[in-house]
Structures are given as structure tokens and as C-alpha cells.
């Protein structure tokens, strides 16, 4: 089975850009939880979709969003970009909620603010 | 709201010798709890994951965790270090909604 992928594996934007990211998941699972992960604040949750449902959201502001579709392929949308907005940008897909099953983790999206 | 301590940033032990990670959750119900790796470069993969079934958790790459409750711990040990351990581990737990936790992580050496 392939892994979960993540595009692009690297961004570079400016400060007041939006971005998209995309996640493809494993084949079968239906939550896709996100990530944000810095050395300053480590691995936090941004979100988790499960059948094309918001389940669960982190403590981040509006301008994080996030969105499943049917074949729960997910894409996650930081708009108005500040330079506290560079990270990993971490996609995790799982058969159930996140909380209570294996996630399986793609490599990531390393996004740089300038 | 669920939070996970992981003592000491940074590990450093000699190849062959016992690896001791600590993690201590704060959680009034039985959690599940979870370790994950990371290597440079790449995500993050289970290494163990704790559900009630029991108390001491094998995982894999000679792994093991064992809960106490009482001391509201995880701690993640391997008897003999690896050169290919060397990477950040990090502990989690779910909250009652199901969101998973991290700790901050512990960057594991292995020297030789």
C-alpha cells in the first residue's frame, strides 16, 4: 500500500500570501489529521476531518483551514501568511479517529515565510 | 485539557546500553497513550501505542513501554541501544475528545 504523500514537499511564500497544501492518505482510511510542528511550540494539532466532517480543531486562528473530500484526499489553507507560519506541515491519516488509532504520517511540507 | 510531559530534552547514551525515555501524562481516566519516532527528514511512525489491554507494551525495534498509573507514566526503554536509534521520540496522549497530544520530544544519541 502506498503511504500517505503530502505536496509539495517545500514552499517558500511571502508574508500576506495564502497557501494550500494537499494530503493523500492511505488508501481505506477515512481521518486525516494536520499538524503544525516548530522547535519553539513542537507538534501541534491543527485538525482532523473524518468522512469529509471537521471532527476535531487545535487552538489556531481562522486563517487555518481545512477541507476532505469524498475520496478523503484533504487540503489544508493558511491564508494572510505571517512569518510565524513557517514550519513542517504535518498530514497524518488513520482508519478511525485519530485519538484511538495508528496514525501513519507523510513526510511533510516544509513551508518558509519570507 | 490533557497534557504530556517528557523529561529531558536530550538523551545521550552509548550503543549497547539501556535507553530510559520518560513521559508523564496528566489524565483523570485511563488514556490511550502512544510513542512515536522521527527520523531527520521524515514523519513521524508508532512505535507503541497503549489501550488498557496491558499494563507493559511491546513495540517495535525491541521497544517497550510500560504504564503506571499511579505515577501517571509511559516511560519507553530498550535494552540495548542501536546507532539506528538515534532519532526524536515523542510521547502522546488522546483527550476525551480525541485529540491526540504531544510532548515536546527527546532527541535521542547514540554514540559509539
Known amino acids: 500500500k502506498a503511504g500517505v504523500t503530502q505536496t509539495p514537499r517545500y514552499l517558500i511564500k511571502t508574508r500576506g500570501q495564502q497557501v494550500t497544501l494537499s494530503c493523500s492518505p492511505i488508501s481505506g482510511h477515512r481521518s486525516v489529521s494536520w499538524y503544525q510542528q516548530t522547535p519553539g511550540q513542537g507538534l501541534q494539532f491543527l485538525f482532523e476531518y473524518f468522512s469529509e466532517t471537521q471532527r476535531n480543531k487545535g487552538n489556531f486562528p481562522g486563517r487555518f483551514s481545512g477541507r476532505q473530500f469524498s475520496n478523503s484526499r484533504s487540503e489544508m489553507n493558511v491564508s494572510t501568511l505571517e512569518l510565524g507560519d513557517s514550519a513542517l506541515y504535518l498530514c497524518?491519516?488513520?482508519?478511525?479517529?485519530?485519538?484511538?488509532?495508528?496514525?501513519?504520517f507523510g513526510p511533510g511540507t516544509r513551508l518558509t515565510v519570507l | 485539557a490533557q497534557s504530556v510531559t517528557q523529561l529531558g530534552s536530550h538523551v545521550s547514551v552509548s550503543e549497547g546500553a539501556l535507553v530510559l525515555l520518560r513521559c508523564n501524562y496528566s489524565?483523570?481516566?485511563?488514556?490511550?497513550l502512544f510513542w512515536y519516532v522521527q527520523y531527520p527528514n521524515q514523519g513521524l511512525q508508532l512505535l507503541l501505542k497503549?489501550?488498557?489491554?496491558?499494563?507493559l507494551v511491546k513495540g517495535i525495534n525491541g521497544f517497550e513501554a510500560e504504564f503506571k498509573k499511579s505515577e501517571t507514566s509511559f516511560h519507553l526503554t530498550k535494552p540495548s541501544a542501536h546507532m539506528s536509534d538515534a532519532a526524536e521520540y515523542f510521547c502522546?496522549?488522546?483527550?476525551?475528545?480525541?485529540?491526540?497530544?504531544f510532548g515536546a520530544g527527546t532527541i535521542l544519541r547514540v554514540k559509539s
Open positions: 497503549y489501550t488498557s489491554a496491558a499494563t
Open positions: 497524518a491519516s488513520s482508519t478511525g479517529l485519530a485519538g484511538a488509532n495508528e496514525q501513519f
Open positions: 502522546a496522549v488522546s483527550d476525551p475528545g480525541n485529540k491526540l497530544v
Open positions: 489524565s483523570s481516566v485511563p488514556p490511550y
